[in-house]
């Protein structure tokens, strides 16, 4: 049951989806291996809650119902050491944490152009433009493949 949304809106689901896939983003931007699911369940486990690998999947794809689950989400922001304020969208820090989270995933973006740039030294201008502006947009697009557009 999906509403029509007007330009630019974002459901929760999608939104919640963003907040995941950026997290999961950062712990390999930071120069870590992705986390699994089965990573983050027996994170979660560890805490006494339960994640299935379903719930999981339409979670970070922002499909299907909305995680309303306090304990879940507090658990996940546990799980990725950040404020549970983040997953639960109280007050400003949400907003604060998403934009360093943004931050640390551009400085990632930054690291690859560089090294492109060095290990392509005869690569004309051009190509290196080409090169940064697909990094950039790999960077905007959720797993799922929509587009989210640039932070607002």
Do not use: C
Request: charged share 25%; no cysteine; hydrophobic share 40%.
């Amino acid at each position: 049951m999906s509403a029509a949304r007007g330009a630019g809106e974002v459901s929760p689901q999608l939104e919640l989806a963003r907040k995941l896939n950026l997290l999961l983003d950062v712990v390999v931007a930071e120069g870590n291996t992705p986390y699994t699911y089965r990573q983050i369940e027996a994170g979660l486990n560890e805490r006494g809650l339960t994640l299935s690998r379903a719930r999981w999947a339409y979670m970070i794809t922002g499909e299907g119902p909305l995680v309303t689950d306090q304990a879940l989400l507090t658990g996940i922001a546990e799980f990725f050491r950040i404020p549970p304020e983040y997953m639960l969208g109280d007050g400003d820090l949400p907003e604060r944490v998403d934009a360093q989270l943004e931050f640390v995933k551009s400085l990632r973006v930054q690291r690859v152009v560089s090294f492109a740039a060095r290990m392509l030294g005869d690569v004309s201008p051009e190509t290196l433009r080409s090169i940064t502006e697909l990094l950039e947009t790999e960077t905007m697009e959720p797993a799922d493949g929509s587009t989210s557009g640039p932070p607002a």
